[in-house]
């Protein structure tokens, strides 16, 4: 019987290439069979193996460079005058046009100064000091004050108009929920401070609110970005800027004739962590793979922001108030539950919450 030929121990073996047919690379490079058939037969922009079947075959270099003159043409140039290039050639030509535009985006930066920035909220300006924020949006803006609330925004200019602090480019406002009318401490805050832009970051709203508040020029962000796409935001805020006319128009909103005092009631038990701490408490490292820590503090977040809100639309919505002080009630106890589930959770990580 005979036997079959094995390799001998050590033995390397060569394998053959790949090759791909003509339908194969038109998928890979993302473009027409028909453009790459006429790139080959009319131009000879490529010269792929041909089986005697009459199929052509395109090895890896081929694919390469295949790629390259789709590049280039994107960028402009004619399939002629590319197709009598070596490949090297057509490398050294995209290499030019990369130094290019990192040219034009080196000058551009050079050029554009930060957004200057006034963040009210604490959660959201010690958000802004983390690292995947500050890797896509760090160099575009420079916090220039930071507060927990408005009022405290207003008071402070005093202190920077005596020091002759220029005015900032955007206010940018963390609220629990946005209601029917923009409250006065936000035109007044935009105002002292000469602000161009407003941007509102919330958690919960109706349609007619947030239409109210697009009226009047502001840009909403939903505070459910994760801290890449805060960075994006914040990234979009700066390019919003420089699209901006120099004046724009104030925050408008109707003002309630009378201050209602339970519009800022709070349950009868308070928070225990406020905004500030549970973004901390989210931001910790966690001995748990599935990361439940982070996401108990961030439902606590929300429960407690949803709180406000509720308490917020009772004071607002007259016709409704009785609905809203028991969703109000009902997320109280909601929010000392998570509470005590959040103490849970740090006692297991070893975490301290003083």
Known sequence: MPKHKQNAPGARVTPQAPRFRSAAVARMTLMPVATLRVWEQRYQAVRPATKASGHRLYDMADIQRVLLLRQLTKQGHAISSLAPLQTEQLHALTRQHAGIAQDIQLQNKKREEPLRLVVVGQALAERLRRPAVIQHAGALIDVAAEFATLAEAVQATRVARRRHVRGVDA???????????????????????????????????????????????ALLF??????????GALASLASHRSRQPESTGSVRGKAPDERVASRNAVSAVPRRFDDAALTAIAALP??????????V??????????????????????????????????????????ETAIEAVALHEGLSLR
């Not at 009318?181 to 970051?201: F, G, H, K, T, Y």
């Not at 966690?286 to 996401?295: F, I, Q």
């Not at 809203?324 to 539950?337: F, P």
Request: glycine share 4%.
């Open 297 to 338: 503090a961030e439902l606590l977040m929300q429960i407690a922001n949803f709180e406000s809100y509720s308490a917020d639309c009772a004071s607002r919505n007259q016709e409704d108030s009785d609905l809203h002080s028991y969703l109000h009630q009902l997320t109280g106890v909601a929010r000392q539950l998570f």
């Open 222 to 231: 939903r505070d459910q970005l994760n801290d890449q796409e805060l960075g």
């Open 286 to 295: 966690s001995t748990s793979a599935c990361e439940c820590p982070r996401h």
């Open 171 to 217: 206010l940018i406002w963390q609220s629990p929920g946005l209601q029917s009318s923009a409250p006065p401490e936000l035109e007044a805050v935009r105002a002292a401070w000469a602000a161009s832009q407003v941007a509102v970051v919330y958690r919960f709203s109706g349609a007619a609110a947030r239409k109210v508040f697009s009226e009047t020029g």
